[in-house]
Nanobody, 126 residues
Framework: QVQLVESGGGLVQAGGSLRLSCAAS????????MGWFRQAPGKERESVAA????????NYADSVKGRFTISRDNGKNTVYLQMNSLKPEDTAVYYC???????????????????WGQGTQVTVSS
């Protein structure tokens, strides 16, 4: 059973930065496509970023391009999300997730990801 544990969320002022981490255990981390999703109150869960197993290919939502960077360290079974120039509209619970399928172009669909973390709250104040 794969377990994913997020950390690094918190409260930050607009324009600030946070780095989220997601530690995986119990599975073949280096073979998974990893993704970050977020869900704000009253909204659907949306894809933020995704990265293939080798870190050669990444994918970002238009709303975070140029501000967020996804990376991974297969030796540490960890995926990261560096978030810069944060905006109040980035406020949400952020989830990491793992998929056994190949990374797709375009918006990542949550139903493709089979393993999920419990989420970490990110709050950006104006």
């Amino acid at each position: 059973q794969v377990q994913l544990v997020e950390s690094g969320g918190g409260l930050v002022q607009a324009g600030g930065s946070l780095r989220l981490s997601c530690a995986a255990s119990g599975g073949a981390f280096s073979t998974y496509v990893m993704g970050w999703f977020r869900q704000a109150p009253g909204k659907e869960r949306e894809s933020v970023a995704a990265i293939d197993w080798s870190a050669d290919t990444t994918n970002y939502a238009d709303s975070v391009k140029g501000r967020f960077t996804i990376s991974r360290d297969n030796g540490k079974n960890t995926v990261y999300l560096q978030m810069n120039s944060l905006k109040p509209e980035d406020t949400a619970v952020y989830y990491c997730a793992a998929s056994t399928m190949s990374l797709r172009n375009g918006v990542q669909q949550p139903n493709v990801f089979v393993y999920w973390g419990q989420g970490t709250q990110v709050t950006v104040s104006s």
